[in-house]
């Protein structure tokens, strides 16, 4: 059978579940930002991209030199192409407008350009994760406001990782397809028709060295789990944590899982660590559209209203057994 590259993926899409054009040739950009991420992320020491950038961003971490480079990859990228009215990203406090040398389209692209920056320097998977929203109607110069949909909203989704393999992972709203990186022919190919995430499971993510900070749902489930077969879940859970976003959720979706970061008694003004529109809305849509589920404990991350562009969420997302369970926790606790 001939092999199918994301080309020709979306130009089917295009036909045959009315992908408009304009966003089929979005994602063609951003799959080719991701493909020259990729290639800066594997000269490591020696294209001189490893370390601090020696500057801060809005979230007030330090940047990696590859957060900076990736975010101008995608910006570069992305603002000529006549596709997109505005982006936003976790490393930059306001909208990026289109320069006015260029059209404007009907998308608004949102992105973590570098997901799991504290690996970057230990030679460990990280990614690329995007969302796509339309721009409201009728908008000259998109706002903070234009970009606060809820997650239900997004026309797409998707994460790149840069791990042994560079794979594309995407959600168009009808299921989830795998696209891994062939470096020489330079194109992504449909390797992963079907990516679905297995409703039970025994093994799950969380950063343990939070522990003493988390509020009795978590920490009575984590309990559960780490007491086995002989504990009230009556079975033997593993657990892994990479600290990579993209890399815990591709694990999550290749073999089943839940993934925790709960919000922190440590700063009750910041629910959570992760980015409600750069981290949580694209990774809920992907496990949904995988047959699992994502909540921040009390509701449905996609049914979350946003109030600022750079918010904070809890997020329990995975198979849908635990996903509800941790997520009852919460209700009758
Ligand atoms: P980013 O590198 O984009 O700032 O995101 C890091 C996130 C996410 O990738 C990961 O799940 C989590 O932070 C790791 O947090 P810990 O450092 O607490 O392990
Ligand atoms: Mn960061
Ligand atoms: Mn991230
Ligand atoms: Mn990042």
Redesign the pocket.
């Known amino acids: 059978m001939s092999r199918v590259t994301l080309s020709r993926y979306l130009i089917e899409q295009t036909r045959n579940h009315d992908t408009p054009a304009d966003l089929r040739f979005l994602v063609e950009v951003v799959a080719r930002a991701c493909k020259a991420i990729s290639h800066a992320v594997s000269k490591g020491a020696l294209g001189g991209v490893l370390g601090n950038a020696g500057t801060d961003n809005v ?1 007030g ?1 330090a940047q990696k030199k590859l ?1 900076v480079i990736s975010n101008e990859i995608l910006l570069e990228a992305n603002e000529w192409g006549g596709h997109l009215a505005a982006m936003a990203s ?1 490393e930059m406090e306001e909208a990026y407008q289109i320069p006015g040398r260029y059209p404007k389209g009907a998308y608004l692209l949102l992105f ?1 350009p ?5 690996n970057i320097d230990v030679n460990v998977s990280v990614g690329t994760i995007f969302s796509v929203l339309r721009c409201p109607e009728g908008t000259e110069t998109p706002s903070e406001a234009s970009f606060l949909q809820a997650g239900t909203e997004q026309v797409c989704a998707g994460y790149a990782i840069y791990g042994p393999q560079t794979m594309l992972v995407l959600t168009l709203g009808n299921g989830v397809k795998g696209f891994t990186l062939d470096r020489e022919m330079g194109s992504f190919v449909l390797t992963h028709e079907s990516m679905t995430v297995p409703e039970s499971t025994k093994e799950f993510a969380i ?1 343990m ?2 522990q003493r900070h988390w509020e009795t749902p978590v920490s009575r489930y984590v309990a559960e789990m780490q007491a086995g077969a002989t504990g009230a879940l009556g079975k033997d859970y593993n657990m892994r ?1 990479i ?4 890399a ?1 959720v591709h694990r999550i979706l290749t073999r089943g899982g839940i993934f925790m ?1 709960p919000r922190d008694a440590r700063e009750p003004e910041k629910p959570g ?2 980015r409600l529109m750069y ?1 949580a809305n694209p990774m809920s849509l992907i496990i949904e559209q995988a047959g699992g589920a994502a909540t921040n404990g009390h509701q449905r991350i996609l049914d979350i209203q946003p109030e600022s562009l750079h918010q904070r969420v809890a997020v329990f997302l995975g198979s849908k057994e635990e996903v509800e369970r941790i997520t009852s926790y919460h209700h009758h606790s």
């Open positions: 979230q971490e957060d976790e973590d570098l997901d799991g920056s504290s950063n060295s939070n944590w600290a990579s976003m993209v815990d970061y660590k992760l981290e």
